[in-house]
Every structure is written in C-alpha cells, then in structure tokens.
C-alpha cells in the first residue's frame, strides 16, 4: 500500500478538455507538491500547498489542497499536448521521509 | 544557474558487481536527496543529505549507501547488484532540508543490471 495513492493512473484525452488528477491519503501532510516528468528526464516542481483549503493557480492549472490536509487535487482546463507526463504528487507527512504518489500518466492527443 | 548534474547518464552493470553514482547540486544548495524510480514502485526514497550528514533514510536494504562532501556532492553506492536494482536513480537538491523545500531534480542515471 502507498502513503499516496493518485488516480487515474492513465489518462488519455482529446487537446481541449478538461480534466482532474486526484492524490489521496489517511495520513496528515503539512504541505503536498505537485511535480511533472516527461520522459528522459527528472521531475519538475509545479506547485507547493501548504494551507488546509488552499487553492494555487498556474495559468491552466488549478491546485487544491483538501481541507484536512490528506488529500490534493490537480485540475488542467483545456489540456494541450504539452502537458503530456507524468504528474506526480509528493509530500513528507512527519516532516522527514519524503513519499511520492503512484503517478498518473496523462496523454493529450492533438 | 547550472541545474542538478548526475553522471553517468547510462550505466550497465552485471549481477554482483557494484556501482558509485554521482551528483552535483545546484550552486547553493546543501540538501540532497536520492530516489529509485521504476514501473512497478515509482518514486521511492532512498536517503538525504545535508552538510555532510545523513538525515533521514528510506527503507533499503544496506547495500544502498551514500555520502555527501563539503562541498555538497554526492555520490551513493550500490554493492552486490541484483537484477532488481535496474532503475532511474535520480537525485534532487534543494536550498535547505524540510519537507516544505522545493526539491531540484536531475535527469537521473538510467543503470540496467544484466
């Protein structure tokens, strides 16, 4: 079982459309980040939340993080195909070890 | 500003041999972290360094180890491969240690056991 747990794993959708990436936990986190990977490469930090109910804006992305600091989500309005990756949540929840989501994997066909 | 630089990019070992691989941080940066990624695991921590000390460490066995230099390189070191251990290495600096510190990423060294 994974500390953090994200869904879908896979994800394919048409350039235009919208779409969610969820990061779930039981455990508390005080703070979660986002990250991105393409392939060949290391991931790319995207966004840091760090307040219960927060929500960060990165033009077409939309962060939230869940009021009980468990969970975050990912929103991607109108996807383009430059957002193909992998998008990868992460965070430390005693503040030492830090986990990494399972990942999803999103593909946007032009 | 030159980012996180791991070397070698690609390395093929074979079953029992061992493996040191490199990392240098981003001017400034005195935290370091190593991760394993493959298909099956993901992301999983290995171990972090900062200033030369070993912070906190993931669950490997002990034939994953590392070090870390005043000058804030690291090297980590992989004795008695095993087929398993095919995998992206990949290390991250960061300003100063703490869960809440953006993590700098490089592009990993791909090693493949045969």
């Known amino acids: 079982t994974q500390l953090l747990e994200q869904s879908p794993q896979f994800l394919s959708i048409q350039e235009g459309e919208n779409l969610t990436v969820y990061c779930n936990s039981s455990?508390?986190?005080?703070?979660l980040q986002w990250y991105r990977q393409e392939p060949g490469e290391g991931p790319v930090l995207l966004v840091t939340v760090v307040t219960g109910g927060e929500v960060k804006k990165l033009k077409r992305l939309t962060f939230q993080f869940g009021d009980a600091r468990k969970d975050s989500s990912l929103h991607i309005t109108a996807a383009q195909p430059g957002d193909t990756g992998l998008y990868l949540c992460?965070?430390?929840?005693?503040?030492?070890?830090?986990?990494f989501g399972t990942g999803t994997s999103l593909t946007v066909i032009p | 500003k030159a980012g996180v630089t791991q070397t070698p990019r690609y390395l093929i070992k074979t079953r029992g041999q061992q493996v040191t691989l490199s990392c240098s941080p981003i001017s400034g940066h005195r935290s370091v972290s190593w991760y394993q990624q493959t298909p099956g695991q993901g992301l999983q921590f290995l171990f972090e360094?900062?200033?030369?000390?070993?912070?906190n460490k993931g669950n490997f066995p002990g034939r994953f180890s590392g070090r870390q230099f005043s000058n804030s390189r690291s090297e980590m070191n992989v004795s008695t491969l095993e087929l398993g251990d095919s995998a992206l290495y990949l290390c991250?600096?960061?300003?100063?240690?703490?869960?809440?510190?953006?993590?700098?990423f490089g592009d990993g060294t791909r090693l493949s056991i045969l």
């Open positions: 455990s508390v986190f005080s703070s």
């Open positions: 992460a965070g430390a929840p005693t503040g030492n070890q830090f986990y």
């Open positions: 360094y900062f200033s030369e000390t070993q912070r």
């Open positions: 991250a600096s960061s300003l100063a240690a703490g869960s809440n510190q953006p993590q700098h």
